[in-house]
């Protein structure tokens, strides 16, 4: 029997790296937002509170807290599903692990201790530890509690684990065919009729809400661990597998394309509904009847906000040179953006400025920052190629040529040299 032929790589969507690339400055910003919420979120611990929140960041944070990571993990079940059909599952693996598994290595290494020293430094000048208790860390129970896990790296932990799933159900697929003599499967799920094509996307609300009404902490709150939480490695689980349904359909992903914009109006909507929920659950339990409402508006706006930008930028043919640059260096901000917003948030702490004026400080410096030693100390570097893979050496002018003028050489050559 001959080998299976891949499927040939799709064109690369710019528009797509386009949204990869602004979906790590919307990363910064809601981070740069966590000090100036009207109430602080349940279970995270950040180096400084403003005594000054504000309405419009509160808001804004919660906006993004709602759909960021669903749309980060939609995406990378999206890219995932189309390189594993293409590399096969074993070599998906081994990219996988080189692209993901050594990063966190990396970050766990460097980014994590960096992370704890930022924000010692922060608990220490609001007075709320000592500098015994950096040197023991051993906190007092209300930060220690809160203080150590993974911080923003369990996404690539939830990540890896999702691919690591990916790759053996693809590998069991395959053997299932060639044992039935069928040829390999091109789709990971089976395509809907064509009258269910704009409906199809909705079916993800239900297990989303589901999941939200066991564990509403998952967006109200944070849950810093060194292990998957269930019930947020569910909810992760969900979105990668929204983003694999994406791909196994052409006319999937074109009807994605052509009416997501049109979900942007409902999210709005949703989030209108989910906001004063949030609150309310910040400052007591949640009846059922509010709890459940809480979970459909919460899932309803996570999925709705995810296809409406996806659908938004996939209709973009092209992006341009900023864009794709940020693109290029989204995962380095990802990686390394958090000590150093936690480090802008103490810098202008104690500051008389408006929070809306810190919050753009704080967003403008550590995006200026990491795009800055993204350029000079990690495009082309060997730090470079571990999170990317080989690329082209970075560009050098030719040398100028200086021919001296000689009596052969044409009268206006002559001039021009």
């Known amino acids: 029997m001959s080998p299976p032929t891949l499927s040939p790589a799709p064109a690369r969507r710019e528009g797509l790296d386009a949204l990869r690339g602004i979906s790590a400055i919307l990363v910064v910003m809601l981070h740069a937002a966590m000090p100036y919420l009207l109430q602080p979120m349940p279970g995270l611990a950040w180096p400084t509170h403003d005594p000054r929140p504000s309405a419009l960041i509160d808001a804004l944070g919660w906006a993004i807290e709602g759909f960021i990571m669903p749309l980060f993990l939609m995406l990378a079940g999206l890219f995932a599903a189309g390189l594993c059909r293409n590399l096969g599952p074993k070599d998906f693996l081994k990219h996988r692990t080189r692209r993901i598994l050594v ?16 924000w010692s430094l922060g608990f220490l000048l609001d007075g709320r530890c ?14 220690h509690k809160n203080l150590f896990g993974l911080s923003h790296l369990w996404f690539l932990q939830y990540l890896y684990l999702l691919c690591l799933g990916l790759a053996a159900w693809a590998a069991w697929r395959s053997r299932q065919a060639v044992t039935e003599g069928d ?10 009729s064509a009258a269910a094509e704009f409906f199809a996307p909705l079916l993800w609300v239900v297990p989303t809400a589901a999941v939200l009404w066991w564990e509403p902490n998952i967006v109200v709150g944070f849950q810093h661990s060194f292990l998957p939480v269930p019930a947020k490695f569910l909810h992760a689980t969900l979105f990668f597998l929204m983003g694999v349904w994406l791909d196994s359909d052409d006319a999937r992903s074109r009807a994605a394309g052509r009416f997501g914009r049109w979900w942007l109006i409902p999210a709005a909507v949703s989030f209108a509904v989910m906001l004063p929920l949030i609150h309310a659950h910040q400052s007591a339990t949640l009846a059922e009847v509010s709890r459940v409402a809480f ?3 919460a899932g309803f706006f996570a999925v709705t906000m995810s296809l409406g930008l996806y659908g938004v930028f996939l209709n973009i043919p092209r992006c341009s040179k900023g864009l794709a640059y940020l693109s290029e260096a989204s995962f380095w901000i990802y990686l390394a953006h958090h000590p150093v917003v936690g480090l802008a948030a103490i810098a202008v702490a104690r500051t008389g400025w408006p929070a809306e004026l810190k919050f753009a400080v704080v967003t403008a410096a550590t995006v200026g920052i990491t795009l800055a030693i993204y350029q000079v100390g990690v495009r082309y570097t060997s730090i470079g190629t571990l999170l990317h893979g080989k690329r082209k050496p970075r560009p050098v002018d030719a040398p ?18």
């Open 183 to 192: 040829p390999v499967p091109r789709t990971f799920f089976p395509r809907p």
């Open 400 to 417: 100028r040529v200086i021919t001296q003028p000689g009596p052969s050489m044409p009268a206006a050559k002559r001039r021009i040299a």
């Open 295 to 297: 979970a459909m508006a």
């Open 103 to 118: 990063p966190l290595a990396f970050g766990c290494v460097v980014i994590v201790p960096l992370d704890f020293w930022v």
């Open 130 to 143: 000592t500098w015994n208790h950096i040197r023991r860390m051993k906190f007092p129970a209300e930060i």
